[in-house]
Structures are given as structure tokens and as C-alpha cells.
């Protein structure tokens, strides 16, 4: 364990003593740990008042910048995710709408437009719910403070300029997650209800169930 003490004052260096105790303390964390490199990776709190190596946290906890620990995200989500998420829900649906209206028959598009706006309002609330708090639409995130929470990998620290510390995870969780989630459910619920709407209601194969 690392303990900061006052330099002693040599004479006429009563500043570079103040100086240098504080740049001890600066590399210092609660206890006395060292304080993790780089700006994503942290400590976690462990049992009896100790804490882990320094690594990445947990996929919904990020770094508390004052003192490096890993803090589980308990924030709802702000008016900026909301609508980021909302602007990646729609540009499916926008895709869909457009190659449904280029290469299908006339007399199916207004099916399909529906079929195309159940399948992605169906995918939506499904993906809200499986996050945390689960089975709510209102959901926790960890937000956005910087423009490198998005990119994560090119902050990784190389301390002694050979060996990296891996700290990458999620740090915008779940607006990176959630989208991937969505997209899976709407690509199950595009494959369920496609075929069953154009074999039922137009009467045609199978295998024309998406646009044909």
C-alpha cells in the first residue's frame, strides 16, 4: 500500500516540498491504492474495505473519475439517449419502408408498411424491457460525459510502453447494446411475421414473404 507523507522542508524549498506532496497525493486513490491508469479502468470495491487489481469494470458500472472506482450506472436515461436510440430505431424501419416501396408489387405495400411498423414497435419494447430495470420501459444509463465514452479501445493505458491494460467495455451502456438487441429481435420478428402475412392475406409462396 502506497502512504503519502509530507516532504520535509529543505531549507528554501518549502514550495517544491508542497509540490511534491502533491503530486503523491494526486497518484493516490481512497486508501492509499494507486490510482488506475488511463481514463476507463478502475477498481472495484470489494469485501472488507479492499479493492481489486486495476482492469475494466463490470458492463453497467463506469469509472468514477474523482477517485477510480468502478460505480454501477444508476441514472435513468436522459432526453439524449432517448432520442439517439430513437434515431437508431428508425433508420431500420426507413430501409424497410423504402425497398418495400421500390421492389414490391403495388397491391402489397400497405400490408407490408404495416407488417414493417408492427415488427419494429414489437422489437423496440421488447429490447427496453430485457434491460435493466428489466421488465420496465424506462431504463438505467450510464450516459454520455465525453466523446471518447464511445470509443473506448483507443484508450486503453500502456503504462511501461510494451504491456496494454485491457479496459474496454460499454461504457455508453446500453446505447451500444440495446441497438444490437433491437436489431436481433426486429430480423426474428421480420422472419415470423413476413412469411405468415403473405401466405395468409395475399396467398403467395414463402419464399416471397420480405419483398418479392
Not at 497525493?25 to 486508501?31: I, M
Not at 430501409?95 to 404495416?114: H, I, R
Request: charged share 15%.
Amino acid at each position: 500500500m502506497h502512504v503519502c507523507v509530507p516532504f520535509p522542508r529543505w531549507g528554501t524549498s518549502l514550495f517544491l516540498g508542497a509540490v511534491l506532496t502533491a503530486l503523491c497525493t494526486s497518484v493516490l486513490s481512497v486508501n492509499g491504492q494507486a490510482r488506475c491508469p488511463g481514463r476507463y479502468c478502475g477498481r472495484i470495491r470489494l469485501k472488507e474495505n479492499n479493492f481489486s487489481q486495476c482492469g475494466k469494470c463490470p458492463i453497467g458500472w463506469r469509472v468514477d473519475m474523482h477517485h477510480r472506482l468502478c460505480e454501477k450506472c444508476s441514472s435513468d436515461a436522459v432526453t439524449y439517449d432517448w432520442l439517439y436510440l430513437a434515431f437508431m430505431a428508425i433508420l431500420p424501419v426507413l430501409f424497410n419502408s423504402y425497398v418495400t416501396n421500390k421492389y414490391s408489387a403495388s397491391q402489397k405495400v400497405p400490408g407490408l408498411f404495416l407488417s414493417i411498423i408492427l415488427e419494429s414497435a414489437l422489437a423496440a419494447i421488447f429490447s427496453l424491457l430485457s434491460f435493466e430495470p428489466h421488465g420496465s420501459l424506462i431504463i438505467t444509463s450510464c450516459g454520455v460525459k465525453q466523446l471518447s465514452d464511445w470509443y473506448p479501445p483507443f484508450y486503453n493505458p500502456i503504462p511501461d510502453y510494451v504491456h496494454t491494460i485491457n479496459c474496454t467495455r460499454e461504457i455508453v451502456h446500453p446505447l451500444y447494446s440495446l441497438v444490437f438487441v433491437y436489431i436481433a429481435f426486429l430480423l426474428l420478428l421480420i422472419m415470423l411475421f413476413r412469411p405468415l402475412l403473405v401466405v395468409k392475406w395475399y396467398q403467395l409462396r414463402s419464399i416471397d414473404s420480405i419483398y418479392d
